[in-house]
């Protein structure tokens, strides 16, 4: 899976998705220019899960999530003298906590939590700690020691993952598969990350299978604040919609992807998830480089009254080809 924040604007980044192009890997992108290549021979074939973020929220947009009901990872931690405290997503530490390991937690008792809580807040005024993360998306048990890192989620900010250091691995669980991945960066500006065995060739085959019939021309959203959508040469590829509450395998990724990218979908209204989109790129077909978020002063109709905007982009490379097919 990629992941990632900023525009793509250098041939290395280019080369970097080449490189990493294969069946059954993931590819999460966040509010990134994304250049989705030409299959030069055969067909290549990509899914899309998108997680987008409002601001006002829509209880009416979270059906869903609340199909999938997942929740995050919770880990107990041996003790750390000193511990980094992190603005989520960012590398550079915002203070340092001095953690008392000589009183050991009891299970159940929020003890160290407490004392991390007041710290915390002193430092960050105004602001409400809702969670305590670490790099790989594993929230700290609240009866738990702190370790050395920990990210901080304030109010409603979600989950992003630091991406500090081109080829550190984080070690996700994917409860749902009943397996851990590896989590990889690739790139640090923009944020982009891949992860290995996410999915079965089983798995790309049956999406490939239950959503081909469904396939067709693909669309771009029209600006101004009328919203809708429209085809253009700009992209010519062919799309099917795969709603998880319709589909299976869809709500079985829409599940696994929330473990990965470590942000629940029934605890947080403002959390949309949107239908998995399957697309499928044609010899010569394209779709030219864009951002996959919506600037809010083009699109109007698309953002809304509630601020909605897309937040992390997720692409499964479903088959490979003999050349190009690159994103």
């Known amino acids: 899976a990629m992941l990632g924040v900023d ?39 990509i ?37 980094q405290l992190h603005i989520v997503g960012q590398c550079k530490s915002e203070h340092i906590w001095i953690q008392d390991c000589q009183t050991p937690p009891v299970v159940g008792s929020t003890a160290h939590y407490d004392l991390l809580v007041e710290e915390v807040e002193s430092k960050f005024p105004g602001k409400v700690l809702r969670e305590v ?29 630091p991406t500090c250091t081109v080829g550190e691995v984080y070690r996700v669980g ?7 991945i590896n989590v990889e960066v690739l790139s640090t500006e923009p944020k982009v990350l891949v992860a290995d ?32 959508s429209f085809t253009e040469q700009s992209r010519t590829s062919s799309t099917a919609w795969l709603n998880p509450s319709s589909y299976r395998i869809a709500a079985s990724l ?23 989109q399957l697309l499928r790129y044609e010899v010569t077909q394209h779709y030219h480089i864009h951002h996959d978020w919506f600037d809010p002063k083009q699109f109007a109709g698309f953002v809304g009254a509630d601020g909605r905007n897309r937040y992390i982009t997720v692409l499964f490379y479903l088959n490979d080809v003999e050349e190009g097919g690159a994103t």
């Open 133 to 161: 993360a670490v790099g790989n998306g594993a929230r700290v048990a609240r009866d738990s020691f702190i370790p050395a890192k920990v990210w901080l989620l304030f109010g409603v900010e979600q989950f992003a993952f």
């Open 7 to 45: 525009p793509f604007d250098t041939d290395d980044d280019k080369y970097q998705h080449d490189k990493y192009r294969s069946k059954g890997k993931v590819y999460v992108d966040s509010k990134t220019r994304i250049l989705q290549g030409v299959a030069i021979f055969g067909v290549v074939c």
């Open 254 to 276: 829409a599940r696994r992807v929330s473990e990965l990218v470590g942000i629940p979908l029934h605890k947080n209204e403002r959390v949309v998830f949107e239908d998995l």
């Open 197 to 228: 065995n996410f999915l079965t060739s089983e798995e790309c085959k049956e999406i490939i299978e239950v959503g081909k019939s469904k396939l067709g021309p693909s669309t771009v959203s029209a600006q101004g604040k009328g919203g809708g």
């Open 47 to 83: 899914l899309v899960a998108v997680f987008m973020f409002t601001k006002g929220g829509s209880a009416g947009r979270r059906r869903n999530a609340e199909l999938m009901e997942t929740d995050v990872h919770t880990e107990v931690f041996t003790c750390s003298r000193t511990v």
């Open 174 to 180: 994917l409860e749902s598969a009943n397996r851990t």
